[in-house]
C-alpha cells in the first residue's frame, strides 16, 4: 500500500464475471473515477467485479492498480490464479483478517490531497463483510483516517435493496442508529457515484474524448478534472446519490405493517428511494 499509495479500494463479487449485467458498467467506473481522481485504485485482487475494475484503472493507463488477494476465492475449486495485475502489484493474504485490514488502510487519506474512496459494488456473503467492518469503523470512530473518505454503496439494478429493508428493520428494533450511517452514500447508477466523488473531492469536467458506451449505457465523456478554488461537498443537486441514513428515513420498516419498497426489475413495488 505504501509503495502504490492509497486510492479508490472497490468491494464485489468474485462471481460476477463478464456475463454478469453489472461487469461493463463497473469497468467503465473504474476506468472513468482513475481519471478523475489520479489515484491507485484497489481491488481484492479476484475475479468478477473485482477484475472488472481492475480493467478499468488498468484501461484509464494514468493510476497504479493493485489487488490484495486471499488464496481461494467464493466459488473457486483450487488456489486462485489471477495474472491481470503486473508484477508487484499485488499480494497474497493466508488469512481474510489481514486482507480486509489491508484493503481498508488502502483508502485511507492521510492528507488533504489524498483522494481515495470505498466504493461497494455488487457482492455475496465476503462483500457484506467488507461493508459491515467498514461500517462498525466509521461507527466507532476507529477507521484511523485523518480526513472524511468517501463511502459509497453503488445498488445497481436494486441489488441492495434487501440490504436497506434489514436495516430499516435493525433501526426499527433500535439496534442501529440511523446517524451512524450518514456518512456513508447509496448511488442507484454509476454516473451519480462519478458525480459524486467529483463533486465530494471539489473537481471540475473540463474537456475530453467520448467515452464508447458511457458509464450507464450511453456515449459519456471522459472526464479530465482542475480543482475548483474552495470545497463546497453536496448532494442535495444529485439525483439517485442520498445518505444511508436518509433512505432509512424514508423507508418503511416491515414491523411497521409494510415492506421497503424494491427498485429491482420486475418489482411490484417501487424504488427504495421513492421521495428522496
Given at each position: 500500500?505504501?509503495r502504490?499509495?492509497?486510492?479508490?479500494?472497490?468491494?464485489?463479487?468474485?462471481?460476477?464475471?463478464?456475463?454478469s449485467?453489472?461487469?461493463?458498467?463497473?469497468?467503465?467506473?473504474?476506468?472513468?473515477?482513475?481519471?478523475?481522481?489520479?489515484?491507485?485504485?484497489?481491488?481484492?485482487?479476484?475475479?468478477?467485479m473485482?477484475?472488472?475494475?481492475s480493467?478499468?484503472?488498468?484501461?484509464?493507463?494514468?493510476?497504479?492498480?493493485?489487488?490484495?488477494?486471499?488464496s481461494r476465492?467464493?466459488?473457486?475449486?483450487?488456489?486462485?490464479?489471477d495474472d491481470?495485475?503486473?508484477?508487484?502489484?499485488?499480494?497474497v493474504c493466508?488469512?481474510?483478517?489481514?486482507?480486509?485490514?489491508?484493503l481498508?488502510?488502502?483508502?485511507?487519506?492521510?492528507?488533504e490531497?489524498?483522494?481515495?474512496?470505498?466504493?461497494?459494488?455488487?457482492?455475496?456473503?465476503?462483500?457484506?463483510?467488507?461493508?459491515?467492518?467498514?461500517?462498525?469503523l466509521?461507527?466507532?470512530?476507529?477507521?484511523?483516517?485523518?480526513?472524511?473518505?468517501?463511502?459509497?454503496?453503488?445498488?445497481?439494478?436494486g441489488?441492495?435493496?434487501g440490504?436497506?429493508?434489514?436495516?430499516?428493520?435493525?433501526?426499527?428494533?433500535?439496534?442501529l442508529?440511523?446517524a451512524?450511517?450518514?456518512?456513508?452514500?447509496v448511488?442507484?447508477?454509476?454516473?451519480?457515484?462519478?458525480?459524486?466523488?467529483?463533486d465530494?473531492?471539489?473537481?471540475?469536467?473540463?474537456?475530453?474524448?467520448?467515452?464508447?458506451?458511457?458509464l450507464?449505457?450511453?456515449?459519456?465523456p471522459v472526464l479530465v478534472?482542475?480543482?475548483?478554488?474552495?470545497?463546497h461537498?453536496?448532494v442535495?443537486?444529485?439525483?439517485?446519490?442520498?445518505?444511508l441514513s436518509?433512505?432509512?428515513?424514508?423507508?418503511?420498516?416491515?414491523?411497521?405493517?409494510?415492506?421497503?419498497?424494491?427498485?429491482?426489475?420486475?418489482?411490484?413495488?417501487?424504488s427504495?428511494?421513492?421521495?428522496?
Open positions: 500500500v505504501e502504490l499509495g492509497r486510492g479508490v479500494v472497490y468491494f464485489g463479487s468474485a462471481r460476477l464475471g463478464e456475463g449485467p453489472y461487469y461493463e458498467r463497473v469497468v467503465e467506473l473504474a476506468r472513468e473515477v482513475a481519471l478523475l481522481l489520479r489515484s491507485t485504485c484497489w481491488t481484492g485482487g479476484g475475479p468478477g473485482m477484475r472488472a475494475a480493467e478499468g484503472g488498468l484501461a484509464a493507463g494514468c493510476v497504479a492498480v493493485g489487488g490484495i488477494k486471499i476465492e467464493a466459488g473457486q475449486d483450487s488456489v486462485l490464479v491481470y495485475l503486473a508484477p508487484g502489484a499485488s499480494m493466508k488469512h481474510m483478517p489481514s486482507r480486509k485490514a489491508a481498508m488502510d488502502a483508502g485511507i487519506r492521510l492528507t490531497a489524498d483522494r481515495t474512496a470505498y466504493v461497494f459494488l455488487p457482492g455475496g456473503l465476503g462483500t457484506l463483510d467488507e461493508l459491515f467492518a467498514l461500517l462498525t466509521i461507527q466507532l470512530n476507529k477507521l484511523g483516517s485523518r480526513h472524511p473518505i468517501p463511502c459509497l454503496i453503488l445498488n445497481l439494478d441489488f441492495y435493496d440490504l436497506i429493508s434489514l436495516l430499516a428493520q435493525f433501526e426499527s428494533d433500535g439496534v442508529a440511523r451512524e450511517l450518514r456518512t456513508c452514500m448511488a442507484n447508477d454509476c454516473s451519480a457515484a462519478l458525480n459524486y466523488l467529483l465530494f473531492y471539489a473537481l471540475v469536467p473540463r474537456g475530453a474524448c467520448r467515452s464508447p458506451g458511457g450507464d449505457g450511453q456515449d459519456g478534472t482542475d480543482d475548483r478554488s474552495s470545497h461537498s453536496s442535495a443537486h444529485m439525483p439517485h446519490v442520498v445518505s436518509a433512505v432509512l428515513a424514508a423507508s418503511v420498516a416491515p414491523s411497521t405493517g409494510a415492506s421497503v419498497q424494491s427498485s429491482k426489475p420486475g418489482s411490484a413495488h417501487g427504495v428511494h421513492n421521495g428522496l
